[in-house]
């Protein structure tokens, strides 16, 4: 069994292979694994992503209406609807429509994955 981190293509395979990429500490990233992540860290880079991403992920039920995220900005509805969209396309929550309004929620195995490529391990 190899030590390389399997190759990942998409944003939407790190829900698959959520142990695909260890800690940055123990293995280098592939340019591969770096071109799929990048989009993900991208969109967490922006102070109004970064705040509707941690409203999603602590929702009560799990997910959350746009019609309750967008009055906790003062920004208008479709710079709401541009951050959300940005937060879809690096696979960071899925959506769905139900009538008029969207609900979103995280994809954890997305949130599990950047946090495990984050994790420093403290020295015994």
């Not at 829900?15 to 591969?32: F, I, K, N, Y």
């Not at 969109?43 to 959350?64: F, K, N, T």
């Amino acid at each position: 069994m190899s030590n390389q981190p399997a190759v990942l293509t998409s944003a939407a395979d790190l829900d698959a292979a959520e142990a695909c990429c260890g800690p940055m500490v123990r293995h280098s990233l592939t340019a591969q694994a770096a071109v799929t992540l990048a989009p993900a860290f991208k969109a967490l880079g922006d102070p109004v992503r970064l705040q509707l991403l941690s409203m999603i992920a602590s929702a009560p039920e799990g997910e959350i209406c746009v019609c309750d995220l967008t009055p906790a900005f003062e920004v208008s509805a479709p710079t709401i609807s541009y951050h959300l969209r940005t937060l879809r396309e690096a696979g960071l929550v899925d959506a769905d429509r139900r009538g008029t309004w969207v609900y979103y929620r995280i994809r954890p195995g997305v949130m599990r994955q950047l946090a495990t490529l984050l994790a420093v391990e403290t020295p015994a």
